[in-house]
Nanobody, 129 residues
Framework: EVQLVQSGGGLVQAGGSLRLSCAVF????????IGWFRQAPGKEREGVSC????????YYGDSVKGRFTISSDHAKNTVNLQMNSLKPEDTAVYYC??????????????????????WGQGTQVTVSS
């Protein structure tokens, strides 16, 4: 059974940094695709980033490019999201999600939610102005 357990998040002032982690259980990061999504109140869930074992580079949403960095830690079987230069508009509940038994971020749209099979529990990130 695939299980994703999130940690990190919290409250930070604008311009600050936070790190989210997604521990993966049920499969290893030798063959994986993991995405991060977020959902702000009253808004649809949107893709933040995706990383996989076969893609040559990770993918990022336009609103976070240059500020967020996704990475994988094979020793801990964890995918991390480092968030820098945070803005109030980054406030949302953040979710990690896995594409099971696939080693690439979904094509043609890596942020297509129906392609993700398993989801973490969600983590609140609040950025104050």
């Amino acid at each position: 059974e695939v299980q994703l357990v999130q940690s990190g998040g919290g409250l930070v002032q604008a311009g600050g940094s936070l790190r989210l982690s997604c521990a993966v259980f049920g499969f290893t990061l030798d063959d994986y695709a993991i995405g991060w999504f977020r959902q702000a109140p009253g808004k649809e869930r949107e893709g933040v980033s995706c990383i996989s074992s076969s893609d040559s580079r990770p993918y990022y949403g336009d609103s976070v490019k240059g500020r967020f960095t996704i990475s994988s830690d094979h020793a801990k079987n964890t995918v991390n999201l480092q968030m820098n230069s945070l803005k109030p508009e980054d406030t949302a509940v953040y979710y990690c999600a896995a594409v099971v038994a696939v080693s690439a971020c979904p094509r043609p749209n890596w942020a297509s939610i129906p392609n993700y099979d398993s989801w973490g529990q969600g983590t609140q990130v609040t950025v104050s102005s």
